[in-house]
């Protein structure tokens, strides 16, 4: 049932990261258009599909790929590939909603900014980037990683919870108009949180720092994600 779960997770994230793709490059390919044409509709065009449609599959997108991260041996600070994808997904959210935004809110009034398609295209970029790094999986392990600790992967009920979270933010988002990705959010930090203070007791146990009822021990491997 867990992996049938988490197969469901990673199937989510993937229809969402290739429709946060492809609703960029449908960004750039307006931004583009109203620029040639100075035709405002374009900008207002953008601001719609930003606003209510690539909001929320970038949020869905980022939030799933880091709920994969945090309930499977993969962590986020443990590989320098995934490490790398984290990095830049913050950096995409943050231009995404306190730069682009602003400034195609700005377009849609006329004021137009060059930097609008300069930032959609590296953010494009960034998405290609991160497809060679899921697939070629570069670099190894970093400095923090601890070789005699594996965390085991997730339960079923944490998947589940991967699933229903963006499923509910969805419905609030549509219900008030607002696609804030209020749910994902706190979801992802408290069960980071919560996976990363089991790591640090797993961690103590297998340097021999473990309960005093006993010697540390490695606790066995849990299989690794797909």
Not at 2 to 9: C, F, G, H
Not at 15 to 27: D, E, I, K, Y
Not at 165 to 194: C, E, K, N
């Amino acid at each position: 049932m867990a992996k049938r779960a988490r197969t469901l997770v990673v199937w989510l994230h993937v229809v969402t990261s290739v429709g946060w793709l492809s609703q960029a490059v449908a960004l750039l390919a307006l931004l583009l258009y109203g620029m040639k044409t100075s035709d405002l509709n374009a900008f207002r065009m953008a601001r719609v599909l930003d606003h209510h449609v690539l909001a929320f599959m970038g949020a869905a997108s980022a939030f799933t790929g880091m709920m994969l991260s945090a309930t499977t041996p993969w962590g986020y600070f443990r590989h320098w590939w995934v490490l790398t994808k984290f990095a830049i997904t913050v950096v995409q959210l943050y231009v995404g909603i306190f730069i682009l935004s602003d400034r195609l809110e700005a377009a849609a009034n006329g004021h137009v900014s060059i930097w609008m398609p300069v930032g959609t295209g590296l953010m494009i970029s960034g998405f290609a980037f991160q497809t060679w790094l899921s697939v070629a999986k570069p670099w190894g392990r970093t400095p923090w990683a601890d070789p005699k600790v594996k965390l085991p992967t997730a339960g079923t009920g944490s998947f589940v919870l991967a699933l229903v979270v963006p499923t509910a933010d969805l419905v609030i988002g549509l219900y008030t108009a607002s696609p804030a990705p209020f749910l994902m959010l706190v979801t992802v930090i408290a069960y980071s949180i919560r996976r990363a203070a089991r790591g640090r007791n797993r961690s103590s146990a297998a340097s021999g720092r473990g309960s005093a009822a006993g010697p540390a021990r490695r606790d066995a491997a849990a299989p690794g994600p797909r």
